[in-house]
């Protein structure tokens, strides 16, 4: 028989794509799932009608309470399952506890002469991911691509030399550009990296014009082969780009971005739409080189002219809500970057900063000691995207395809790119010091 809880949660399970995590008295987490369509899957659990396998209907006798988590479409559904599932290790999901994992790309952005690799774990390692994919060849596709386009290697040195290339002939079949040899400069190497780390954000969509242009010649031409795998290139590179980067226009693009703004303002409970947004995070290296950056966005766009970073000075290690605090103060009473366009007494209208409660609350303890009492702050825990509230509201968890989710995790994902690229700048300075010290 269905409890009146399920029969009430049940009216407001939406027409749409997304996952579901059925629940025990206890508050366990017994079973995911997801759906196409998640009130015509979750309701088909608990109709009088139902004929379960004996494993579905124990699980329908113990669940208490469930909850529901909307996503753009079907791969976005599949791939939050799988993560809900390494994550909570619900009871009856037998069939996905044999921890496999979807593959994902990994570029080795703190080796001296970076590459990309497949790897089936992200972790929280300063390298850039991007990632997983349902799809291991589309991974694999992209990965040989853009090691051919921008001349990457493929060797598993750490710094290739003549040794290595004995027995290589990737220069010669794979237009690696063989730094082994010293055909390149490190400085060379590493733009090309980071702007093959830019086509697979979404952030050249030129490139993919080029393929489809030679897809299109070849096929006019009569080479049916070569266009055919072009297509299939193609097709590839769309999966693996598309998460980060849809086509729209400018003026649709503007009208998401003023919609975000709005549906966070309601959200969160501000009484208009956030301009000005300023966003922190922390990095560090097993505590070594502590920094911190500041990126701002203005009427929802990033805009990098206002963008701080910080070196941390009065805190040892990794304490990352301490090392905030101290960014706080230094934001508001001077500026720290010189070049940067002067903050001056600009307030934001939101400040978010990355991380959970006490993160946040060490940046409002920083706030009050400086007497500013009037900044909208919330925290974004990177785990399940939470908005986090320290005024006793309970965490808010966005749709997955809000716009106004978009709006915040856009903004950290910038704040954390601009914290790792000033980390990755100050190690490689401390590396060439020690060597010419040496």
Same mark, same amino acid.
């Given at each position: 028989?269905?409890?009146?809880?399920?029969?009430?949660? =049940?009216?407001?399970?939406?027409?749409?794509?997304?996952?579901?995590?059925?629940?025990?008295?206890?508050?366990?987490?017994?079973?995911?799932g997801?759906?196409?369509?998640?009130?015509?899957?979750?309701?088909?659990?608990?109709?009088?009608?139902?004929?379960?396998?004996?494993?579905?209907?124990?699980?329908?006798?113990?669940?208490?309470?469930?909850?529901?988590?909307?996503?753009?479409?079907?791969?976005e559904?599949?791939?939050?399952?799988?993560t809900?599932?390494?994550?909570?290790?619900?009871?009856?999901?037998?069939?996905?506890?044999?921890?496999?994992?979807?593959?994902?790309?990994?570029?080795?952005?703190?080796?001296?002469?970076?590459?990309?690799?497949?790897?089936?774990?992200?972790?929280?390692?300063g390298?850039?991911?991007? /990632?997983?994919?349902?799809?291991?060849?589309v991974?694999?596709?992209?990965?040989?691509?853009?090691?051919?386009?921008?001349g990457?290697r493929?060797?598993? $040195?750490?710094?290739?030399?003549?040794?290595?290339?004995?027995?290589?002939?990737?220069?010669?079949?794979r237009t690696?550009?063989?730094?082994?040899?010293g055909?390149?400069?490190?400085?060379e190497?590493?733009?090309?990296?980071?702007?093959?780390?830019?086509? =697979?954000?979404?952030?050249?969509?030129?490139?993919?014009?080029?393929?489809?242009?030679?897809?299109?010649?070849?096929?006019?031409?009569?080479?049916?082969?070569?266009?055919?795998?072009?297509?299939?290139?193609?097709?590839?590179?769309?999966?693996?780009?598309?998460?980060?980067?849809?086509?729209t226009?400018?003026?649709?693009?503007r009208?998401?971005?003023?919609?975000?703004?709005?549906?966070?303002?309601?959200?969160? @409970? =501000?009484? $208009?739409?956030?301009?000005?947004?300023?966003?922190?995070?922390?990095?560090?290296?097993? @505590?070594?080189?502590?920094?911190?950056?500041?990126?701002?966005?203005?009427?929802?766009?990033p805009?990098?002219?206002?963008?701080?970073?910080?070196?941390?000075?009065?805190?040892? /290690?990794?304490?990352?809500?301490?090392?905030?605090?101290?960014?706080?103060?230094?934001?508001?009473?001077?500026?720290?970057?010189?070049?940067?366009?002067?903050? @001056?007494?600009?307030?934001?209208?939101?400040?978010?900063?990355? @991380?959970?409660?006490?993160?946040?609350?060490?940046?409002?303890?920083a706030?009050?000691?400086?007497?500013?009492?009037?900044i909208?702050?919330?925290?974004?825990?990177?785990?399940?995207?939470?908005?986090?509230?320290?005024?006793?509201?309970?965490?808010?968890?966005?749709?997955?395809?809000?716009?106004?989710?978009?709006?915040?995790?856009?903004?950290?994902?910038?704040?954390?790119?601009?914290?790792?690229?000033?980390?990755?700048?100050?190690?490689?300075?401390?590396?060439?010091?020690?060597?010419?010290?040496?």
């Open positions: 028989m269905v409890s009146e809880l399920i029969r009430q949660r =049940l009216k407001d399970v939406p027409n749409r794509p997304g996952c579901y995590l059925m629940r025990d008295r206890r508050g366990v987490i017994i079973y995911v997801k759906a196409k369509n998640l009130r015509r899957r979750v309701s088909s659990y608990f109709r009088a009608s139902a004929n379960h396998a004996p494993k579905v209907r124990s699980m329908v006798d113990t669940v208490y309470d469930f909850e529901w988590m909307t996503v753009k479409n079907d791969a559904a599949l791939l939050t399952e799988a809900l599932i390494k994550r909570h290790k619900p009871h009856f999901n037998i069939l996905m506890r044999d921890d496999k994992r979807y593959l994902a790309l990994r570029g080795e952005c703190a080796a001296p002469w970076p590459r990309f690799t497949c790897v089936r774990a992200v972790k929280d390692d390298a850039r991911y991007f /990632g997983p994919f349902p799809s291991s060849p991974v694999r596709v992209a990965k040989d691509f853009v090691e051919k386009r921008y990457i493929e060797c598993k $040195a750490d710094c290739p030399c003549e040794e290595d290339h004995r027995h290589c002939i990737a220069d010669v079949i690696c550009s063989a730094p082994c040899l055909r390149i400069s490190q400085d190497y590493r733009a090309r990296f980071d702007e093959a780390c830019e086509f =697979l954000s979404g952030h050249r969509p030129a490139v993919l014009q080029e393929v489809d242009a030679e897809m299109r010649e070849a096929a006019a031409k009569g080479r049916y082969e070569e266009a055919a795998r072009l297509r299939d290139t193609l097709f590839a590179l769309k999966e693996m780009t598309k998460a980060h980067f849809v086509r226009p400018p003026e649709m693009r009208r998401n971005v003023e919609q975000g703004l709005a549906e966070l303002a309601e959200a969160i @409970g =501000l009484t $208009a739409p956030p301009r000005w947004i300023e966003c922190c995070d922390i990095s560090n290296l097993f @505590g070594t080189h502590s920094v911190a950056s500041l990126v701002i966005a203005r009427d929802g766009m805009d990098k002219r206002y963008y701080r970073h910080f070196r941390i000075k009065t805190i040892e /290690g990794a304490d990352d809500p301490r090392s905030m605090a101290e960014v706080v103060r230094r934001r508001f009473t001077h500026d720290d970057t010189p070049g940067a366009k002067p903050l @001056g007494l600009q307030k934001p209208d939101l400040f978010i900063c990355d @991380g959970g409660i006490t993160q946040l609350r060490a940046t409002r303890a706030l009050a000691e400086l007497g500013i009492n009037d909208p702050t919330i925290g974004l825990a990177e785990r399940q995207e939470e908005i986090v509230f320290d005024d006793g509201r309970e965490n808010l968890l966005l749709p997955r395809d809000s716009e106004a989710l978009f709006v915040c995790t856009r903004l950290r994902d910038e704040a954390h790119r601009f914290a790792i690229t000033y980390h990755r700048h100050l190690r490689e300075k401390d590396l060439r010091d020690r060597l010419k010290n040496a």
